[in-house]
């Protein structure tokens, strides 16, 4: 149960997902396409191999003339890989091949030079080949109207290979979306700038920024926006029309200059909640703009940025993606030490997971304060503690979403 007063992870995602659909499909070049999910069904209009091909690099024969090996036969001339050569093979002759190259008519089956004595005029081979041997068959792989990709596939290089492959240049897919990242405060400086006391270096907008590239969108960094209410209003107004969804951190908290929190709560259906978690107690979320484009305003403390982006808008990306796996694997692993909770909150705890004796097993990276940046980017995972749960005791299994860092 969460905390009287707060709103629980579960609710707050329910409603943002609620929110979120996945993009309408548009049709992109193949590496445009690829990470993205399929919108129709590809058919291959014609066979893969296109045409009966040579396997090896060897010589195009009749099997019949090789009943008897070793045998020596003459060479007629090479036919390599390319476009198709007016050679035949006659009886009693041969055609050096080349892997890939178009079987020559009268040919059956394909002798590889490690069987030869490697000869250009003549041959001798020293093994019997059976007919069809070291061919590749037109059709054997795909058939001419076959369904070679489903609409709903996610595009990994195998498959945009595939495409390729039956011809095609482009695909419909549900493209990824366009996150427009920005980072709200006054005290923020552009990382490698100089600072003056009272001021840090801008994290949250590059962690974020990045964050959402591994979740497989395109995100465009706007970087620092000062705690103003106009120049906020602005630099929103200016990027909605390139973003399917906006993300600030910052200002949402309720200090005097929580300028997010005053500008999107006057905008589109944008609410503020207290969600029962830790980090990242207040979450902003909603719509703005013609378009209705979902907005997140992120709390600006680093740590609960980074984990309110895992819990909400993560999941929120890989929606509208249309991927079928939305959030992270979770699994059960046993802690190392005790793992301590507020009551009536969910807490995501930064921990190392790791393999030990063939059981996962988790240990603390960190401490719990929200702006331990150092300690958040020395997990591999978030170990789970429910609302309702204190304490887990060391030796004792606990839930963990594990956070591979890589572009999706
Ligand atoms: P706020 O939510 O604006 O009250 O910020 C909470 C804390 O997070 C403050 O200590 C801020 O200085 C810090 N913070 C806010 N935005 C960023 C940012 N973009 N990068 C690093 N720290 C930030
Ligand atoms: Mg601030």
């Keep these: 149960m969460p905390a009287p007063g707060l709103r629980s992870v579960d609710e707050h995602l329910a409603d943002i997902l609620s929110v979120v659909q996945p993009l309408a499909p548009l049709e992109v070049g193949l590496l445009d396409a690829h990470g993205c999910v399929l919108a129709e069904d590809v058919v291959a209009p014609q066979p893969l191999p296109g045409f009966d091909n040579s396997a090896m690099d060897g010589y195009a024969v009749r099997a019949a003339d090789l009943a008897h090996v070793p045998a020596v036969l003459p060479v007629v001339g090479d036919v390599p890989a390319g476009p198709a050569s007016p050679l035949r093979v006659q009886p009693g002759l041969c055609v050096r091949i080349m892997t890939g190259a178009l079987l020559p ?21 020293d093994r019997r080949p059976e007919v069809g041997a070291h061919v590749r068959r037109a059709g054997e792989d795909v058939t001419a109207g076959e369904l070679v990709l489903r609409a709903g596939s996610h595009l990994g290089s195998a498959q945009i290979g595939l495409a390729a492959a039956v011809g095609r240049s482009r695909l419909l897919v549900r493209p990824r979306p366009r996150v ?10 552009e990382p490698g700038g100089v600072l003056q006391p009272g001021q840090l270096y801008d994290s949250n907008s590059l962690a974020l920024t990045t964050a959402c590239v591994e979740a497989g969108a395109i995100a465009y960094r706007v970087g620092i926006v000062p705690d103003e209410g106009k120049k906020l209003l602005d630099t929103l107004e200016d990027q909605l029309v390139r973003a399917d969804l906006l993300l600030t951190s910052g200002g949402v908290s309720v200090g005097a200059y929580d300028v997010v929190k005053e500008v999107l709560s006057r905008l589109g259906t944008v609410g ?14 909603g719509t703005i703009g013609p378009d209705s484009t979902p907005v997140f305003g992120l709390p600006g403390n680093p740590v609960s940025a980074l984990v309110s982006f895992e819990v909400f808008v ?12 939305i959030t992270r694997p979770v699994i059960s692993a046993i802690t190392t030490g005790d793992l301590r909770s507020p009551r009536g909150k969910r807490s995501f705890l930064r921990v190392w997971l790791e393999v030990k004796d063939g059981a996962y097993v988790v240990s603390s990276v960190s401490g719990a304060g929200s702006h331990l940046v150092a300690g958040l980017a020395r997990a591999n995972a978030l170990a789970i503690v429910p609302e309702d749960v204190e304490l887990v005791p060391a030796g004792t299994p606990v839930q963990v979403a594990m956070l591979e860092r890589r572009q999706q």
Excluded: N, Y
């Design 105 to 125: 008519p009268g040919a059956d089956a394909v002798v590889p030079v490690e069987w030869t004595d490697g000869g250009t005029t003549q041959v001798r081979i």
């Design 180 to 189: 427009v990242v920005l980072s709200t405060g006054t005290e923020l400086v």
């Design 272 to 285: 503020f909640h207290r969600v029962a978690m830790q980090p990242g107690m207040p979450q902003g979320f």
């Design 314 to 325: 993560r999941p929120a990306l890989r929606r509208m993606l249309g991927v079928p796996h």
